[in-house]
C-alpha cells in the first residue's frame, strides 16, 4: 500500500524560512520522479517543484525559484523541500506526490499517488 506521509509544516513570518518532508513508504521509492505541489484557498492546485528519481535533475515553478529547493534521500525514502524567504503567497497546502513511471515534470496529471497534506501560513 503505497503512503506519503508530509510533516514539516506550520506558521511563519514573512521572510522566514520551513523545510517540509515527505516520508514514502509501499512501493519502490527511488525508481520514480517526486514533486511538490501546493494548494491556496479558492486557487487551483499548482505544482512548486519536482525532481528525477536519482535526485540529480529539479524544475521549479517561477514563483519559487531562487528560493525553494526540492531533494530527496532514496536510503531514507524521504523527500524535501527547503523553503526560503517565504512570502505571504506561499500560503497554502502543500502535497508531496509521486509520479506515474517514467514522468518528470509539474503536470498534475502525471502524478498518481499524493499525500494528504501539510499547511504553511505565512504572516507578514
Known amino acids: 500500500q503505497v503512503q506519503l506521509v508530509e510533516s514539516g509544516g506550520g506558521s511563519v513570518q514573512a521572510g522566514g524560512s520551513l523545510r517540509l518532508s515527505c516520508a514514502a513508504s509501499?512501493?519502490?521509492?527511488?525508481?520514480?520522479?517526486m514533486a511538490w505541489f501546493r494548494q491556496a484557498p479558492g486557487k487551483e492546485r499548482e505544482g512548486v517543484a519536482c525532481?528525477?528519481?536519482?535526485?540529480?535533475?529539479?524544475a521549479y515553478a517561477d514563483s519559487v525559484k531562487g528560493r525553494f529547493t526540492i531533494s530527496r534521500d532514496n536510503a531514507k525514502n524521504t523527500l524535501y523541500l527547503q523553503m526560503n524567504s517565504l512570502k505571504l503567497d506561499d500560503t497554502a497546502m502543500y502535497y508531496c506526490?509521486?509520479?506515474?513511471?517514467?514522468?518528470?515534470?509539474?503536470?498534475?496529471?502525471?502524478?498518481?499517488?499524493w499525500g494528504q497534506g501539510t499547511q504553511v501560513t505565512v504572516s507578514s
Open positions: 509501499g512501493y519502490s521509492y527511488s525508481y520514480y520522479s
Open positions: 506526490a509521486t509520479a506515474r513511471g517514467g514522468l518528470f515534470g509539474l503536470t498534475e496529471n502525471d502524478y498518481n499517488y
Open positions: 525532481i528525477t528519481p536519482n535526485g540529480r535533475t529539479m
